[in-house]
T-cell receptor, first 111, second 114 residues
Framework: DAKTTQPPSMDCAEGRAANLPCNHSTISGNEYVYWYRQIHSQGPQYIIHGLKNNETNEMASLIITEDRKSSTLILPHATLRDTAVYYC????????????FGKGTLLTVNP | DAGVTQSPTHLIKTRGQQVTLRCSPK?????VSWYQQALGQGPQFIFQYYEEEERQRGNFPDRFSGHQFPNYSSELNVNALLLGDSALYLCASSRIQGASGGYTFGSGTRLTVV
């Protein structure tokens, strides 16, 4: 799976949008971009994934650039409960079942 | 709908001992993966089980072994424990087509080796 690069930490004010970037310049055509988050002392939680089109669900929006070399996870109205480590993962599926986690981005939402 | 259940939540073992961790997947899920997460690091893939067989393994020694039962639950066994095995062990479940959706993780078992 392609390697991802994320900033180690970000801050966001409560109620504002949080935009978390991820670079994956070596992504292949069949690889998806997945986002998970991990709140302290819990297991990772699936947020959203996409291949090349922008995606939105009840938790977040995923914007993937046209060349697919980077993406942005958007939390439209961040709350204190969104404070967590956010992981961007490139995953091909098929016969490769493992998720390769980096160190992620620690998002701190401030009151 | 219960998610992924792991037991025990915390465990303290002595170096050289053996440990067994347990996982019950989310209802409707048939694959189980295990991950090790050291402090300050992202989770690292140990292996995945489907149809009671290990179908992919990460870069972990043979001291780490597993099993999946007919009801899809799973066990992770670690023999000859080392201090470096202290970590949070996470179980994740999915349907066979894992790439089409997300994995559901449990809250983990915190293993401390002294």
């Amino acid at each position: 799976d392609a390697k991802t690069t994320q900033p180690p930490s970000m801050d966001c004010a409560e109620g504002r949008a949080a935009n978390l970037p991820c670079n994956h310049s070596t992504i292949s055509g069949n690889e998806y971009v997945y986002w998970y988050r991990q709140i302290h002392s819990q297991g990772p939680q699936y947020i959203i994934h996409g291949l090349k089109n922008n995606e939105t669900n009840e938790m977040a929006s995923l914007i993937i650039t046209e060349d697919r070399k980077s993406s942005t996870l958007i939390l439209p109205h961040a709350t204190l409960r969104d404070t967590a480590v956010y992981y961007c993962i490139v995953h091909s599926g098929g016969s490769n079942y493992k998720l390769t986690f980096g160190k992620g981005t620690l998002l701190t939402v401030n009151p | 709908d219960a998610g992924v259940t792991q037991s025990p939540t915390h465990l303290i073992k002595t170096r050289g001992q053996q440990v067994t961790l347990r996982c019950s997947p989310k209802s409707g899920h048939d694959t189980v993966s295990w991950y090790q997460q050291a402090l300050g690091q992202g989770p690292q893939f140990i292996f995945q089980y489907y149809e009671e067989e290990e179908r992919q393994r990460g870069n972990f020694p043979d001291r780490f072994s597993g099993h999946q039962f007919p009801n899809y639950s799973s066990e992770l066994n670690v023999n000859a424990l080392l201090l470096g095995d202290s970590a949070l062990y996470l179980c994740a479940s999915s349907r066979i087509q894992g790439a089409s959706g997300g994995y559901t993780f449990g809250s983990g078992t915190r293993l401390t080796v002294v």
